[in-house]
């Protein structure tokens, strides 16, 4: 507004220039060429001005070309004035041109005003009336004419000419007001964010708080306009401080920072909030701001924090895991090197020890490279579709011996059900092989000589899923451990195990790999009871 500001004032100071201009010759009986070509000048670019502060009133482009012209038009009349050329000829450009500003101006106010039709007409009538008023002016000056009553009517025209502008500015000013506040308002209705105005004076309220904060928080806004503290109470205890300070007359400048709102449903979600003090002179009377919920950010960033620690704990754990192993070995292959042992047997006891270790550090490696494949989704499964009887006997099978070695009954069944052929899975027989010999072989190491170990195949209750379960009666799994036997490198420390030896890995990958066969596997022991592990794999259909 100010460049139409601007206009206005230059428009009606070349307007009265022209009058006063005008006026000086009333008493005279000749204009010289020189003060007509001052007189077309001033009504040339006050039409000029005019058509200017009717783009700037609804923010239309100007065309500068119209200035371009007016600049050669003041050429040509100082060449005309120099060469001493009638006043006519001089006169007559300046009015077609003049007339072509004037049509200008009808149509940029018709088609390009967003105002009323009555506001279009009535500014479009006195706009012709200054043009056509000054044309007719500077023909009576051709002819020496100065007439008082041409002079009045040019005084009255200049004072319409600022009445309007005075109008048209605050009609544009209202305007451009209520496109703001609506445009606003639109926006703060629609916002994705929380956008609020918490006013502090007379009293501490919400006058706004943007419908989103349903959504977000599920409180309606209602109820934060019925509760003015309802944000101090949904925020969490640790971070009220910051809220209060934010929301209250200690806020004086902007103020940027994170809470936690508990939402209706009880959870927790983190807000980042931008806070803009509103002041009256030096007066605080309220507060404006968004609240931004950035709960995905923050969990993103703590599953970072957690992933950069487990990477650590995962680093710390294999050089742990790996120190002992290689020691054995460097050790015992140096002292065969060196040819410390005089016995044959204990050279033998070597050489066992050292293929042991190295067999625990490549099974250690295979473990580890397999759990970083599955982990970071690299891990390729070849699922083929079986008979469940048939899975069955493979593991049976395969492992009935290492048990029976042992010295440990065992007993495996199957339901009398899923001996038909309509049960089938979709499994990777390997990696099924790779879960069952996990779990058979740590039931055989925590479970004493003379001991049992049963494994049962059955269907659960709603027909979806086959389970394996297999229970000894070794000795047990602490009620305090159990929740973290599936973590990696986890070692319980029990009592009775034949051989403290593993890696702590093949629970952990037993987990991954049946997790990716779409199943379940879970735990249950009783301390000096045995324990009973069991694992889940959905029955094939044409649906799954």
Known sequence: MHEFTKSWVISCLLYLASIICFASNIYTTFLSADLYLVLNILS?????????????????????????????????????????????????????????????????????????????????????????????????????????SLLLINMTLLLLLNFTFTLLYQQTARQNRNIRENYLYELAENAVDIVFYYTLQPYPRFTFISPSVETIVGYKQNEFYKNPLLHI????????????????????????????????????????????????????????????????????????????????????????????????????AEALQKNLFEKEEDKQNAIDLISQKSIFLQRLVDDLFQLSKMESNQFSFEFMQTKVYHLYKILDEKYRNDVISSNIKYK???????????????????????????????????????????????????KENIVFMIEDSGSGIPKHELPYIFNMFYKGKHSGVKSTEGSGLGLSLSRQIIEAHKGNIEAQSNKEKGTKISFSIPLYTLER
């Open 44 to 148: 040339l670019y006050m039409i000029l001005y005019i058509l200017h502060g009717c783009c700037l009133m609804d923010n239309i482009p100007y065309k500068r070309f119209w200035d371009s012209y007016a600049l050669l038009l003041l050429i040509y009349g100082i060449l005309l004035i120099a060469l001493d050329i009638h006043q006519i000829i001089l006169a007559l450009p300046f009015y077609l041109y003049e007339i072509v500003l004037l049509t200008d101006i009808v149509y940029t106010v018709f088609r390009k005003w967003r105002f009323s039709i009555r506001i279009k007409v009535l500014s479009s009538l006195l706009f012709f009336l200054c043009v056509a008023v000054s044309i007719d002016t500077n023909l009576h000056a051709i002819f020496d004419l100065f007439p008082v």
């Open 233 to 332: 109470e949904l925020t969490h205890e640790e971070d009220r401080d910051i809220i209060r300070k934010a929301f209250s007359l200690e806020a004086v400048s902007v103020n940027k920072g994170f809470i936690r709102w508990q939402r209706r449903d009880g959870d927790y979600i983190y807000l980042e909030f931008h806070n803009t003090p509103i002041f009256s002179g030096e007066k605080l009377i309220a507060i404006e701001g968004i609240l931004r919920d950035i709960t995905d950010r923050k969990l993103v960033e703590q599953e970072m924090i957690d992933s950069k620690k487990a990477k650590q704990i995962l680093l710390s754990y294999i050089s742990h895991e790996l120190k002992t192993p290689i020691t054995y070995i460097v050790g015992y």
């Open 412 to 462: 495996m069944m199957i339901d009398q059900e899923l001996m038909n052929d309509r049960y089938e899975v979709l499994v990777d027989m390997k990696r099924i092989e790779q879960v069952f010999s996990n779990i058979l072989h740590n039931a055989i190491k925590h479970t004493p000589e003379k001991g049992s170990i049963s494994c049962r195949c059955a269907i659960d209750e709603k």
